[in-house]
């Protein structure tokens, strides 16, 4: 009777020494042979952790996915049932993704910057500074580098959870935690600076930027998964989680790959619609809502005991927030993403394995899909390729002259017509005669929108959409986002979630109040249009303009937010005539 009792450490070993042989190409009959020997059983975990070792040892993850059938039949009908796979374990769904985000994340702070950071400490100053001190600082360069891509993982939460969550009536901790994201893009900008300047600044001065931004960054990770992603369980739908991972590829990730398709199964919907929540998804907001008055986050002053930062602000009520989580642990949705007929313990393996053993229908192109998902090096994250697409906090710069030296940097032709807001007369648009517009169905059902300059059928106005050279947003009467242009290549991400949002929450918490201002000038009157422009990156000079819509009556319409990157328009010269 082969003896399964043995500890931890030996039964990982045992198990890694079994793999191992595999990969070296031992026989297939031996290692079931020595699995068989030793155990009785294996769990899911320890399978998994083994092949994580592996990789982690210098094994190329390919290699784990060519002989992933060979795994499991070396396991087959020894592996302990558990509990299905939840909605947010299974690979692809958008949870998953920000958990997996979130353990690279931390392995490229706890194995790869501050361990730098610790030798490079250690080492001499100066000019008797040698060869492996430089290497130490240019590998915190890399690191902190491939950091800023966090900007993506931060991106796909505001602009795809946060406007869900306001749908759901979940206002408040958006706010907050959206400002906590924009702090934390702060102090890794203020870390990179440091570290490439030269000469090189006080080590205490680096010292400090760095754990700060490891600490702030490791205190989010942990406030997404004890709070907001337990919250928003709560109350999503399959639907909402199937629009979110749609639409992620549009924003990007975090030093991953692109994750798997992920949809709901029937059982998924059926056993959302069953759901009773709680009121832990309220309670959460209320105290969110606390905060964010305390803090100023909705355009009004500040409380006099205000904290420095929203982090610390949020530092407070973080123990209070997660005690409510744990008070409503029973109603969070916990085995969503079980498949009907699929033994409990297929159901708990992985995708990669499961896809092998024959008791789960899955077609070739799905087991290739799968076997892709293992594909990341959580041990040694790789550099990311989309390092310079990671947004940096810039400063918005209202076109609004104020001073010689403030305008100075403004480019001429922005000035010129521009000049000043004080008189409004001469940035009128220009109103034309009420459209004689309508709607023409041809017998062929296909429609024709007649408008005053033109004719253009649904085929020709959505391809004309699709290939201008600026981003447009549409923003009615309410305040409420209702479309948005895609030509492919948005100077800002838009996804479809926005759509129905009210508009002040699809900026950050410093911008609401001056956004709201544009919005009620707009509604009253007081203005037609706002301008500003931004040094985006330190590359790219973005031209953003809103425009009030009136109809001819000058009943208010709505808002026109216009943004256009205009660096190779201020690069012209001279004349190119056609």
């Not at 492919?488 to 950050?508: K, L, Q, Y």
């Amino acid at each position: 009777m082969p003896e399964n009792k043995h500890n931890s450490v030996f039964r990982q070993k045992k198990i890694v020494e079994i793999l191992k042989m595999l990969h070296e190409g031992g026989s297939f009959d031996e290692a079931k042979k020595i699995f068989d020997a030793t155990f009785s059983s294996v769990d899911v975990s320890e399978i998994t952790s083994a092949e994580r070792e592996l990789i982690g040892s210098g094994l190329n993850p390919m290699e784990i996915q060519n002989l992933c059938n060979v795994h499991a039949a070396v396991f087959k009908g020894s592996i302990n049932p558990t509990k299905p796979m939840s909605a947010e374990d299974e690979p692809g769904h958008p949870v998953a993704v920000m958990k997996l985000e979130n353990v690279v994340l931390t392995s490229l702070l706890d194995d790869e910057l501050l361990p730098c950071l610790k030798k490079w400490q250690q080492s001499a100053n100066g000019d008797s500074a040698t060869a492996t001190d430089q290497q130490y600082l240019t590998r915190m360069q890399n690191a902190l580098k491939d950091l800023q891509t966090i900007d993506l993982h931060y991106a796909r939460k505001e602009n795809l959870l946060f406007p869900l969550m306001d749908k759901y009536g979940i206002t408040a901790p958006p706010k907050v935690m959206w400002g906590v994201d924009d702090e934390i893009r702060g102090w890794i900008k203020d870390a990179i600076r440091l570290v490439n300047t030269t000469p090189i600044p006080a080590k205490y001065d680096i010292e400090a930027a760095i754990e700060k931004v490891a600490k702030e960054i490791e205190e989010m990770i942990f406030k997404e998964e004890q709070i907001l992603l337990p919250m928003v369980a709560e109350v999503f739908k399959p639907a909402d989680w199937e629009l979110i991972a749609s639409e992620s590829d549009e924003v990007g990730y975090t030093l991953i790959p692109d994750p798997l398709p992920w949809h709901p199964s029937q059982k998924d919907i059926e056993e959302a619609a069953k759901r009773k929540p709680s009121k832990m998804a309220q309670e959460l907001n209320s105290m969110a809502q606390s905060l964010a008055d305390q803090q100023g986050l909705d355009g009004k002053a500040p409380a006099k005991d205000a904290k420095a930062t929203i982090s610390e602000a949020m530092t407070d009520t973080v123990d209070a927030m997660t005690d409510v989580v744990k008070e409503n642990e029973a109603t969070i949705p916990t085995n969503l993403k079980a498949k009907e007929n699929d033994p409990e313990a297929i159901n708990a393996l992985p995708l990669h394995l499961r896809a092998e053993f024959g008791e789960v229908k899955a077609s070739a192109p799905a087991k290739d899909d799968a076997r892709q998902q293992i594909d990341v090096n959580i041990t040694a994250p790789k550099k990311a390729e989309v390092a310079e697409k990671a947004a940096e906090t810039v400063e918005e710069k209202s076109i609004e002259p104020k001073t010689t030296d403030e305008a100075a940097g403004m480019p001429d032709f922005v000035k010129k017509m521009l000049a000043d807001k004080d008189k409004p007369t001469t940035h009128k648009r220009h109103k034309k005669p009420a459209p004689q517009t309508h709607l023409e169905i041809g017998a062929d059902n296909s429609a024709t929108i007649v408008l005053p300059t033109g004719n253009l059928d649904l085929r020709q106005l959505t391809a004309i959409l699709g290939v201008l050279p600026l981003d447009v947003t549409f923003v009615d009467a309410n305040d409420i986002v209702r479309w948005f242009s895609d030509n492919g290549d948005r100077v800002f991400p838009r996804t479809r979630t926005v759509i129905g949002r009210a508009v002040v929450n699809c900026h950050p918490p410093k911008s609401m109040g001056k956004v709201q201002t544009i919005l009620d000038d707009f509604r009253s009157g007081a203005q037609d249009h706002a301008d500003f422009w931004i040094n985006l990156h330190g590359t790219k000079m973005v031209y953003i303009r809103y425009f009030a819509m009136r109809d001819p009556q000058n009943n208010y319409l709505g808002c026109l937010e216009v943004t256009q990157e205009i660096t190779e328009i201020m690069n012209l010269k001279g004349e190119k005539r056609l």
